[in-house]
């Protein structure tokens, strides 16, 4: 934001303007020239597979860049989802790495190191990936050092499972299904235990090698209550998992709020489409500004809400306190 003092800067201001035209740009209108004008891009994106989460960030995403200025012909989107499969995953983005692209939006892990291992000549933002280190994607969250950065969808663990003490007091074991494939899952388990541990709560796990596999791996586990992680492969068959938590008549607590929508009891959960915005922010300071993903931070969504499902909770036996009903940014009845 620019102040003016008036009257000294009167005089000057045609001379300014006169220079402006001039020069081609006095510094506010971006690298699009004087008229902030937008050169076209090109941005091939990906998510590994379908589910609510995950396209809340390309929508997002998409919205945080037009927000920017990129409408129209200003921009065109090469979208693709291999649905899980990693063998397209790796296809799309070889083909990627061939296109005349601008810049690739990764959503999720397995997506991101697809991307990374193929192109390394054009900027890669991740989203939705838990931890970028750990994935092998950045140098370190402070100095990614490459061409790949992006935002992580890391949420308050300790936290999330402080809600089942909260709806079970009495709770001593809560189950985990997760991919044994997807180091963003296999992370997770590993911070879970850590935070269970603190709370008294023991783990049970079990793994999976697909979403068909989620129900039947959620029925074999007898506990009081289920955590689901931002794992893929499980919130895209979260029906089933909910399927196998009812017949137990147990709680479910997840990472993200659309999956309390879908019928998980509560969630401290991030907003998926202010998470693509955020990405999509970054996109824009790489395409306008000329910033270096190798030296732009991973970033975090810091707000957090809780989410809660009223019908699920009765559904599981438990009540959720008033002081839950009263922070919770949204209320589900069904």
Partial sequence: MRIHRAGKLAAGLMATALLATACGSTGDE???GADGEIEPVKIGMSQIQSHPSLDAVVKGFKKGMEDAG???DKVSYDFQNPQGDQSTNTAIMNQFAGDDLDLVLAVATPTAQAAAQAINDVPIL??????????KLVSSNEAPGANVTGTSNRGPIKEQLELLKKLDPEAETVGIVYSSGEVNSTIQVEWVKEAAAELDLKVKESSISASSEVQQAAASLDVDAFYVPNDNAVVSALEGLLQAAQSKKVPVVTADGASVKRGATVAYGIDYEKLGVQTAEMAVRILQDGDDPAEMPVETLEDVDLYVNTAAAEKAGVEIPQEMLDEAAEVYEK
């Fill in 126 to 135: 991740f989203s939705a990936v838990t931890d970028a280190e750990e994935a």
């Fill in 30 to 32: 971006g690298a699009g």
């Fill in 70 to 72: 990129y409408t129209g």
